[in-house]
């Protein structure tokens, strides 16, 4: 069995899915797979799922580029809502503001007076185009009315070592792929997109310093279109499961983030008012036509 990964390794989205894969192959006693297939902006990987047989044996661990790529794209070979089965969503994943420990800027109107007085000479990584980082950071560009230089990356894992390395200086990674490094004092964080301060980071929202913006970056599983409602229903059961055990618990409080467990028409129903709400986020930005 294989949970397929449309982004690099080392990633938020592969850690979650190599522990979801350790859960399901305790539980079903045969190994589970993480197959990384990055590129094509997630689209490869997603679509490979699309085109796997039926029968329960692959999954896709999904992220909001996926509700991202439906309304990016004009032309895909599949419709993420009608060709993904969901199964279930597990977490929300606040984004965490972080800069290199050289950059002067301490907090985030500090950034924003010094990228005024710098227009264009601020990089500002993400894991790749129309990922969650980079909508992240155009939300913040536009409310904050600054210039900053997008580098996109296959993945958030190269993009947060340039920025430990001085390549660029601005970041919107997951608090799972960059907590350590914050802990560790390699990057300075200087915001969350949360709607409150999250336990163990003691850094101050976005909203706190004047910028009105929240967003978290949800993680589910889903499955390619066809599968049987029996081995649906066997792999809800089996995440909900894991959901609701008390080391889950303690690995949520590990990472930072934030429990989101849906599953049925809840989670259906959720998917499609997410992919209706990045459609009118990626307009007020610019990123597609009205």
């Not at 029968?55 to 993904?84: C, H, M, Q, W």
């Not at 081995?231 to 609701?244: C, T």
Request: charged letters at 20%; hydrophobic letters at 45%; a neutral charge.
């Amino acid at each position: 069995m294989r949970i397929i990964v449309a982004t690099a390794s080392g990633g938020a989205p592969d850690i979650l899915a190599r522990l979801i894969g350790e859960w399901l192959s305790e539980r079903l006693g045969q190994p589970f797979v993480t197959e990384n297939r990055p590129g094509g902006g997630n689209n490869i990987g997603t679509e490979a799922v699309v085109r796997a047989p039926p029968d329960g044996y692959t999954l896709l661990l999904v992220d909001p580029t996926a509700s991202i790529n439906a309304t990016l794209y004009e032309k895909l070979n599949y419709n993420f809502i009608r060709d993904i089965a969901p199964v279930a969503g597990i977490v929300l994943l606040p984004q965490v503001m972080v800069v290199n420990p050289s950059f002067p800027a301490k907090t985030v109107p500090e950034l924003i007076v010094y990228a005024k007085a710098n227009p264009g000479k601020v990089n500002m990584a993400s894991p790749g185009v129309a990922t969650p980082g980079h909508v992240a950071g155009e939300l913040f560009k536009m409310m904050a009315g600054v210039d900053m230089v997008h580098v996109p990356y296959r993945g958030g894992a190269p993009a947060l070592s340039d920025l430990i390395a001085g390549h660029v200086q601005v970041f919107f990674p997951t608090t799972s792929l960059s907590i350590q490094q914050i802990r560790a004092g390699k990057l300075r964080a200087i915001g969350v997109t949360s709607a409150e301060r999250l336990p163990g980071l003691d850094v101050p929202t976005l909203r706190e310093q004047g910028i009105d913006l929240v967003i978290s970056n949800w993680r589910s599983v889903m499955a390619p279109p066809g599968i049987s409602p029996d081995q649906r229903k066997a792999l809800i059961d089996l995440i909900e499961a894991m959901a609701k055990s008390p080391a889950w618990a303690e690995i949520l409080k590990q990472k930072g983030w934030d429990d989101a467990l849906l599953t049925g028409d809840a989670f259906a129903n959720f998917l499609k008012e997410e992919t209706a709400r990045v459609t009118n986020v990626l307009k007020s930005v610019g990123m597609v036509k009205s």
